[in-house]
């Protein structure tokens, strides 16, 4: 298994927790950049987006950092994108693949790749959307092309040809990069790694377990004995 130091994919922390936020950019040189999603500042109770997005973008000045529109509307979306692309230099605008009719958002991809709006498009499971997408991105701006590998092995299927035929795809595009999106474990960063990806995303508990590489596993199976141990005396189960 390749070294930390030496993995080329790239990882994102996946979360809105700004502290969590400001910490990994200021002492984990792991994460090289960030995304955010509406379900995600949901659970960490964010009720104001813009003040949400511009206090992350004061700590985060040069790491990019995804913003999704939440629209269900394309001409809506539009108009969000552009209030997001104007926040700051690093801030990438997160277009979903689809509205929640399924009518694709290629339209919209291209006007605002056409423009020079750094795009990060999400929600994506099937080659087909990766297909056309890449048909109307700009080959000379930069992209993210999200693809959730972790909701794709949830339904049995392995994601990892799925990704290298994605990677396929995107080689016309240079400045595209493929993003595995919701990881389950520590395994899919080097599996991801692996195949090619430009970039992985994880929480912040996920990337705490990276530190367990190459932990010993008879002393790891002694602490999970601990650990139930502690549970069962601190819950005072008797028979």
């Not at 994919?9 to 400001?22: H, N, P, T």
């Not at 955010?36 to 990019?64: C, H, Q, R, S, W």
Request: net charge neutral; hydrophobic share 45%; charged share 25%.
């Amino acid at each position: 298994m390749v070294d930390l130091k030496d993995l080329k994919v790239k990882l994102f922390m996946d979360g809105a927790d700004v502290e969590a936020i400001k910490k990994a950019a200021k002492d984990n040189p792991w994460v090289k950049g960030f995304t955010t999603n509406p379900t995600l500042m949901a659970k960490a109770g964010i009720k104001d987006y813009a003040a949400f997005a511009k206090e992350v973008l004061k700590y985060v000045t040069e790491l990019p950092v995804s913003f999704e529109v939440f629209s269900d509307d394309f001409n809506e979306m539009e108009r969000e994108a552009r209030i997001i692309a104007g926040w700051a230099k690093n801030a990438i605008v997160k277009i979903p693949i689809s509205n929640t009719k399924g009518e694709p958002s290629y339209k919209l991809v291209e006007k605002l790749a056409k423009d020079g709006i750094l795009l990060n498009v999400t929600a994506i499971l099937t080659i087909d959307q990766v297909e056309n997408l890449a048909k109307v991105l700009n080959p000379n701006v930069a992209s993210i092309v999200s693809v959730f590998a972790g909701r794709i092995a949830d339904t049995g299927v392995d994601p990892i040809p799925h990704m290298k035929k994605c990677l396929e795809i995107l080689k016309p595009l240079p400045k595209a990069e493929l993003l595995w999106a919701s990881p389950r474990e520590v395994l899919n960063l080097y599996q991801a790694n692996d195949c090619g990806c430009h970039i992985i995303t994880a929480t912040p508990d996920l990337i705490n377990k990276v530190t367990l590489r190459n932990k010993d596993l008879k002393q790891y199976s002694l602490e999970t004995v601990q650990m139930f141990y502690n549970d069962a005396v601190k819950s005072g189960f008797k028979l």
